[in-house]
């Protein structure tokens, strides 16, 4: 690991791809560059990656100052050939001039050579020697994310940072040192949406071979929908034109209305994600650290709105610096456990650890760990002591409380709390009461497609819950993602396509009203949480563009700002006499995970109950048609990522 004056840290990184939207070019004095880490500093970051840039010598005053750690890198994203003498000539003399400059600044512990690199290893070495001969005082690497990770670690570097540590010889991401990826870079999009939720998984075996100091790269890029109240933030010199060419679809499409809660809905999730992030690095032993992507949008690329912050580093207001801090920490309370969603006739158990890389070792601190329903009712607690080393992952024991006090659908909160410090974290855990699979009450018929005995059914006056075949409606339908889309879907969806990879869903979250009655045995946010995962992995959502304009899915799926289709997961109308309800995903399966049973024992005690009232009407012919023509063409293409 990384260890500053012999104490094992841990980097706690921020991306920096010299995003300044009043000026278009970076501060140069040091009162502004003060502000920026401080700004960093309110959420825990202490390293900055700069992204293929270095930035004025005001930036390196600020971060000696605030204690930031920094790697600026060469301005390169390409490839190092021994026959390009004019290129590399630059580039040598720029490193030079680099270290000359800046190499007496504290803050100045890492240099990198750039950006994705590929090509020759032995002109990368020349130049790692180079510069390392001349100043030993830093750590060096060939380059951030180099060969996208394939390599891995190589001779000749001091550390390695990367998005994996080998190239993917299979599904099992076990050469993963970040949660998520494009579709075109990794199957599924990786660990977070790729593998039932849980906060087992760590970077162990994937760092396991490696001997020098390992850091996640580029971590996160979970987009969010755009608020468009920041358009009024450009007063400089540059002009949010991307926003308002968002926006003006999202008009089109008539979904304006929307906006603020596709805002709300993509931000919580994503900050969800990013904690899940973070904290597979937090539990990882002997890791380095990683740097986001980011804590701060980044306006260019196809719009990457990526951001707990704005381009102006202006919180969103999606998560407290407070919040954030709870799991991006000097010290972390980690919560082990195999799974978010229980049944109220098992025991919730795990491990508790504690990452501590702060300079000082916590001798007989107390822990004390409980579990609260939702009205804040205590169910379980426990107090011990403990010495908690510092520098390094420590491992406190185990931990169970018994949930038969849990009589209904329930969503709970576990925390881990350090007393006498303000270290605390929590956790989601949804506990559900112990059932079979539900019988189907006699006056709903199941259907998989709109046919003739539907349409009779409901014209009886009858109720109908249909789960379509997605095999026969793939055409007006998109995926089921888990994740806020990764980056920007305009951007990835070119590169997976030239390259032959599957396209991402697109998606960025549920949308739904958490007091409507469907939910009155499946406890849910407006957004998407971990109890969703498997409901949404499997699903469908619709294309519902030719429904009404102010027609709402009960469960609306919010999509990217390249598309802006309204998208519907579970939504109802009535038909005639009869009522149809619509699941675009199949929760028939026997033997699955408590979740989908319990989504399904909610669906069927909704249609039963008098609350099943759907107010909008369709006909059977309109119905027929959201199957077989429900999608509005528009051709998206890719963008090219020119890279010098």
């Known amino acids: ?3 500053i004056n012999g104490i094992n840290t841990f980097m706690r990184g921020k991306h920096d791809a010299c995003v300044f939207p009043l000026t278009g070019h970076p501060p140069m004095d040091v009162e502004a560059w003060r502000k920026v880490f401080r700004t960093a500093k309110e959420y825990n970051i202490n390293f900055y990656r700069f992204h293929s840039w270095t930035p004025p010598e005001a930036a390196f005053i600020a971060a000696d100052i605030e204690g930031m750690y920094l790697q600026p890198e060469l301005p390169f994203w390409g490839g190092f050939r021994k026959t390009n003498n004019e290129l590399n000539a630059f580039l040598m003399k720029e490193g030079d001039n680099i270290l000359e400059t800046y190499g007496n600044h504290a803050c100045f512990v890492m240099l990198a050579l750039g950006n994705e690199l590929n090509g020759d290893l032995d002109v990368m070495r020349q130049f790692v020697d180079r510069y390392r001969a001349a100043d030993d005082r830093r750590m060096y690497s060939f380059g951030t994310n180099n060969y996208l990770g394939s390599r891995g670690q190589v001779e000749g570097e001091d550390y390695y940072t990367g998005c994996r540590v080998g190239a993917d010889k299979d599904t099992t991401f076990r050469t993963h040192i970040r949660g998520s990826f494009s579709f075109a870079d990794a199957w599924d999009g990786g660990y977070i949406n790729g593998r039932y939720p849980s906060t087992i998984p760590d970077y162990a075996g994937a760092i396991s071979e490696c001997t020098i100091p390992v850091m996640g790269t580029e971590v996160g890029q979970y987009q969010v929908y755009p608020d468009y109240d920041e358009i009024q933030k450009y007063t400089g010199v540059m002009k949010p034109w991307n926003l308002e060419v968002f926006r003006s679809r999202l008009e089109e499409n008539g979904l304006s209305g929307q906006a603020k809660e596709f805002f709300r809905a993509s931000g919580a999730l994503s900050a969800i994600c990013y904690k899940a992030d973070i904290e597979m690095a937090m539990r990882t032993p002997g890791f380095g650290g990683f740097h986001l992507l980011d804590l701060q949008d980044f ?18 207001g ?9 799991f991006c920490n000097s010290i972390v309370p980690l919560a082990i456990f195999e ?22 070792e916590l001798k007989g601190q107390k822990v004390r760990y409980e579990l609260k329903d939702s009205k804040d009712v205590l169910l379980g607690s426990s107090e011990f002591t403990s010495d908690i080393e510092m520098g390094t992952l420590n491992d406190l024991g185990t931990f169970e409380i018994e949930l038969s006090a849990v009589r209904k659908a329930e969503k709970l909160t576990f925390s881990i709390i350090l007393e006498g410090t303000h270290y605390r974290n929590s956790y989601p855990v949804w506990v559900y009461p112990p059932a079979g699979y539900p019988a189907v009450p006699g006056d709903v018929l199941i259907s998989e497609r709109p046919d003739a005995a539907m349409v009779a059914h409901l014209g009886s006056g009858g109720k109908v819950l249909l789960f379509p075949d997605h095999d026969l409606y793939e055409k007006m339908t998109v995926g089921g993602l888990f994740i806020p889309d990764y980056w920007n879907y305009r951007m990835f969806r070119g590169i997976s396509e030239r390259n032959g990879k599957p396209v991402s869903p697109g998606t960025m979250s549920i949308l739904t009203d958490p007091r409507h009655p469907l939910f009155n045995d499946f406890p849910t946010e407006f957004h998407t949480n971990w109890q969703w995962w498997p409901l949404v992995k499997s699903s469908r959502p619709l294309i519902l563009d030719k429904t009404p304009k102010e027609y709402k899915p009960l469960v609306q799926v919010v999509d990217n700002i390249e598309r802006n289709h309204k998208l519907g997961l579970i939504f109802e109308f009535r038909v005639g006499s009869g009522k149809l309800l619509v699941c675009m995903t199949d929760l ?10 319990q989504l399904y024992i909610s669906v069927l005690n909704y249609m039963a109950s008098p609350d099943f009232d759907p107010v909008q009407a369709m006909t059977a012919k309109e119905i027929s048609d959201l199957f077989s023509s429900g999608a509005k063409g528009r051709q998206i293409s890719g963008v090219e990522n020119i890279s010098y």
């Open 339 to 360: 799974k978010y969603c229980w049944v109220a006739d098992e025991a919730f158990s795990g491990r508790i650890k504690i990452a501590n890389y702060s300079d000082r």
């Open 1 to 3: 690991q990384f260890a």
């Open 318 to 326: 999606l998560i407290s610096p407070e919040e954030f801090g709870n």
């Open 588 to 597: 028939r399966k026997p033997g699955s995970v408590p979740e989908v049973k």
């Open 299 to 316: 306006p260019g690329q196809g719009t990457a709105l990526i951001g707990l912050l704005d381009a102006f580093m202006d919180s969103k």
